[in-house]
């Protein structure tokens, strides 16, 4: 019995040691802020009523307040703000409710201070003007401040993709083109030459256009340049400005209105050196420099932290304060998602303490939803640090994930932030997956329900209509998460998760398409594939074959992207998932199809190998050796004669060659299934070899059977034990079979000791339908025993062969294992039937007429249109006890058991074709002839026998 992995992992970018001080202070009145939203297409300008007016974080996109009533018949609507906003700045008016109209000035909404009065300009979706400069330099100075944002996204995809991929500006692009009513083409285009723009013009532009400019053009080392060369201006200016200040110290009461001026401008220059440092590490995680972003924010962090000191009592400045520390524990933690395993975990244990710090401080503060953001934080930190660690440990960090996650929950709410909400119960989903994998039993099936139930309730806000980017990636996790808890699952309710999972799937592609985000579209295609070949492992008949044929060409659509060039890591693991999906197939399939198909399984696996080598990926090199060797061994079964010692042979190394990589001393359970699979290539050799070779085959795979039980052991690992136990005894009894004399009898008595162990495990009452294979093996090896027996101790083996059939009788049924009763019906019949031929009397009658009624058995399973070759086969051997009971027989009652025998031996031959299987036709004409000789008919007995010696002399 061949075992082992058949899918390769799926496939899916400081704070220093100052302690955090809350600063107590009296809260300022709010203020008031009238918005007027006015539609500039027509002339003059009309108000817009019944639209919902909010303000939020740019860097962030946290919602901060909303209008208490929609616009009125002017336009207005009022929002009450803290003076803690105001003195933030950086904020963003959305209106909501407008249908086709979207904003066009303020540039994309936003607002570098907060006036009394805002006018919000709006025009409709595709329009000209809204992709001006202004509205361009908008966009891209937003999409770098959210960089943490979309990092955030980035690090919630599957902890199953293994490693964080790089962010995708281009997707932001298309987000903000889609919900301006453009196509990517057009805004890209549009971009592009903004940017050709700026470089022409540099000696107009400012630092900042210039490094945005460098930005869309994709030079993201360029772009961090600049804005660290903006940030070294900023860093200046404070510095003058803290000159400033000291001199202005000295007439404290003359100038504190000057002072006061002063304080907001450095506080605006502190944002701005915040949002250029943030900008840099954008860029820099953009092109993967993942420590040089961290390195960049530290410096940012120190400077607010000095400036914060100097303005203890100034929330502005503490705000500020934790906003560079945040920036820079997410940070660490991206840094640690993608440095080496030793560098890993510190980089998160340490993001994950001071994003808990942060939200204890905004905690004190009373900020809820920075609070909030900050557990956020502290849940992502949490989830990548788990999916690293081992073990309790690893469960443990999950589990304060999940609290994280909902702690945050407690304020993102539903109704009051419903994308903040949507996008936390969507990490919460990632973390219970992430556990569900780990847990086993009752306990991972309700993480995983837990899972589903989360993405579900972000599906309530990420709708297709209003985010379908989110929409498709929330489906798409979904979809992973149904198809793990169908994975665990069984029988119905297995295939209904698996719909489930297929169902979400091709909802995703509805959104992540292949023109427009082609590597999306190829890693759904890819799971979706997945899916379908474990329902298809599931299934059988017609059904398994259609799904298997659903995955292969789920898998072929995703090579479509996932090319070797382009990513070779994706295209090998797709590829090799192909494989699996050509392999299954060509287990059901017959003859040419079969063989074919296998063909294919095994030369995908062999394409993996050319990525996928000994050097750069050890384990994953010889996992595909171990696919490779299990492929060829059942294309070596369907084979015969040289070309099938050729594909066993080919088996054989590519397991030896796996057994390079899985050593006994590193990976000690690998290296035993290597050596369970190597034996069982061995075994097939064997049993197509002849003479020595043969023997040497056997002698083989019995020591790897043997070494592989010194890892296996019945305490340690029980089943597989007695899964060896198995293959091991079929290896001594297929050797017992090819040897004479006492080292027969010998093999064969080890044979069945070895099956014996291994019903101490394969209980009827454990896995019954295990402990009824074992059984009926062990008939075989006692009634083989038993044809080289003599007297009494021939009757006994033979009295325990029947018994041990009998055994595997009361599982394998007819209506719940027809093929496997009708097998162990046959054997049964063999086994009377050699006990038969040394009784005498009544009891050989009686023993032959068991034996005709067991082949009669088999017969009603075992049928010419089903299963050809089998219903022939147990044709002859009915014709063969139907001539031994004749012969034993007198009168009338021996030529009608003649005449059945003659019937059940022409009826073989009909399958057994001197064309197609000459040596079986020979065989049956020669006991035809034995028939017909009792039945008195020498002539069709000396034609039938002179035939038969033609085809064995050729």
Not at 51 to 67: G, H, P
Not at 251 to 276: N, T, Y
Not at 430 to 438: A, F, I, T
Not at 534 to 550: H, N, V, Y
């Amino acid at each position: 019995m061949r075992e082992g992995p058949r899918l390769p992992v799926l496939l899916l970018v400081g704070m220093g040691c100052a302690a955090l001080a809350a600063v107590a202070q009296k809260p300022a009145p709010p203020l008031s802020v009238t918005v007027i939203v006015v539609n500039v297409l027509p002339q003059p300008p009309q108000p817009v009523k019944a639209l919902r007016v909010s303000l939020s974080y740019l860097e962030s996109a946290v919602q901060i307040t909303e209008a208490q009533q929609v616009t009125n018949t002017q336009g207005q609507a009022l929002l009450v703000v803290s003076t803690v906003v105001a003195q933030r700045g950086n904020l963003r008016v959305e209106i909501a409710g407008a249908g086709d109209l979207v904003v066009y000035q303020p540039a994309d909404g936003q607002l570098a201070a907060l006036p009394t009065t805002v006018k919000v300009s709006l025009l409709p979706k595709g329009s000209t003007a809204l992709l001006g400069p202004a509205q361009i330099e908008a966009m891209l100075h937003r999409t770098l401040l959210q960089v943490n944002s979309l990092e955030k996204q980035v690090s919630a995809l599957k902890a199953g993709a293994a490693q964080a991929q790089q962010p995708d500006l281009g997707a932001a692009i298309a987000a903000w083109a889609q919900a301006n009513g453009f196509s990517s083409g057009q805004v890209d285009l549009q971009v592009q030459q903004w940017a050709a723009g700026i470089q022409k013009q540099s000696g107009q532009a400012t630092a900042e256009q210039k490094a945005l400019a460098e930005l869309a053009l994709k030079h993201y080392a360029a772009a961090a340049q600049l804005f660290n060369q903006a940030s070294d201006a900023d860093r200046q200016e404070i510095g003058a400005e803290d000159a400033e200040e000291q001199a202005l110290q000295a007439q404290v009461k003359a100038l504190e209105a000057a002072q006061q001026g002063l304080l907001d401008k450095q506080r605006s220059s502190l944002r701005q050196l915040l949002d250029h440092s943030e900008q840099a590490a954008g860029a820099d995680q953009l092109n993967l420099q993942f420590h040089q972003a961290t390195q960049t924010l530290e410096n940012a962090q120190a400077t607010a932290e000095a400036e914060y000191k100097k303005h203890s009592g100034d929330q502005g400045f503490h705000e500020l304060w934790l906003r560079a520390v945040s920036a820079r524990s997410n940070a660490l933690r991206l840094e640690g998602e993608v440095a080496p395993a030793d560098q890993s975990l510190p980089l998160l244990a340490q993001a994950a303490g001071e994003f808990q710090s942060v939200a204890d401080e905004y905690g004190e503060l009373g900020d809820r939803p920075q609070a909030a953001a900050a557990q956020d934080g502290l849940g992502n930190a949490l989830q990548a640090e788990g999916t690293r660690a081992d073990s309790a440990k690893a469960m443990a960090l999950l589990d304060q994930a999940i609290a994280a996650y909902r702690k945050a929950l407690e304020v993102q709410t539903q109704a009051d932030l419903p994308q903040d909400w949507a996008a936390t119960e969507s990490s919460l989903g990632n973390v219970l997956d992430s556990e569900g994998e780990r847990a086993g039993g009752d306990r991972s099936a309700a993480l995983f329900e837990q899972a589903v139930e989360a993405y579900r309730k972000a599906l309530e806000v990420r709708t297709k209509a209003d985010l379908p980017l989110d929409w498709a990636t929330t489906e798409d996790d979904l979809a992973f998460a149904l198809m793990r808890e169908g994975e665990r699952a069984g029988g119905d309710r297995a295939t209904a998760l698996l719909d489930q999972a297929i169902e979400a799937y091709n909802k995703a592609l509805e959104v992540c398409t292949k023109a427009d985000h082609p590597r999306d579209w190829a890693k759904i295609e890819n799971r979706l594939g997945i899916v379908f070949l474990d329902e298809g492992e599931r299934a059988s008949g017609d059904k398994a074959m259609a799904l298997l044929d659903e995955a292969a060409q789920a898998f072929q659509r995703a090579l479509e992207v996932r090319t070797r060039a382009g990513l070779p890591q994706d295209w090998a693991a797709t590829e090799s998932n192909l494989g699996v999906a050509l392999w299954d197939e060509g287990e059901r399939a017959n003859k040419d199809k079969a063989m074919a198909l296998l063909d294919q399984a095994a030369q995908a696996y062999r394409l993996v190998l050319e990525v996928d080598t000994k050097a750069d990926l050890p384990q994953d090199w010889a996992t595909t050796e171990n696919n490779l060797g299990a492929v060829l061994i059942d294309e070596g079964e369907r084979s015969s004669g040289e070309k099938a010692m050729g594909l066993l042979d080919q088996s054989a190394q590519a397991f030896r060659s796996a057994l390079e990589v899985f050593t006994k001393a590193d990976l000690p359970q690998n290296w035993a299934m290597m050596q369970n699979n190597l034996g069982a290539a061995l075994v097939d050799e064997g049993e197509r070899a002849s003479g020595d070779k043969a023997i040497a085959f056997f002698d083989q795979a019995i020591d790897a059977y043997r070494k592989a039980l010194e890892v296996r052991t019945r305490t340690d690992l029980p089943q597989f034990w007695a899964m060896t136990m198995e293959n091991l005894g079929y290896a001594l009894a297929s050797e017992g079979n090819r040897a004479s004399g006492d080292k027969a009898i010998a093999l064969f008595d080890q044979a069945a000791e070895t099956y014996q162990n291994a019903l101490e495990v394969y209980t009827k009452a454990a896995l019954p339908q295990e402990w009824a294979e074992t059984e009926a093996k062990l008939g075989s090896a006692l009634r083989d025993e038993g044809e080289r027996a003599d007297g009494d101790k021939a009757g006994r083996l033979f009295d325990r062969a029947i018994e041990a059939y009998r055994s595997a009788l009361q599982v394998n049924t007819k209506t719940d294992l027809p093929q496997a009763w009708a097998e162990t019906e046959n054997a049964l019949g063999s086994a009377l039937e050699d006990e038969g031929k040394r009784a005498s009397g009544d009891a050989a009658m009686a023993l032959l007429d068991q034996a005709i009624e067991a082949y009669r058995e088999a017969l009603e399973v075992y049928t010419k249109a089903d299963l050809p070759q089998s219903w022939a086969g147990t044709q002859c051997n009915l014709g063969i006890v139907l001539t031994d009971e004749g012969e034993r027989a007198t009168g009338e009652k021996a030529t009608v058991l003649f005449r059945q025998a003659v019937d059940a031996f022409e009826k073989a031959l009909e399958v057994q074709t001197k064309t197609d299987l000459p040596q079986d036709w020979a065989r049956t004409m020669r006991n035809l002839a034995r028939a017909h000789k009792d039945l008195g008919d020498a002539a069709s007995a000396g034609a039938e026998s002179k035939a038969a010696d033609e085809v064995d002399s050729q």
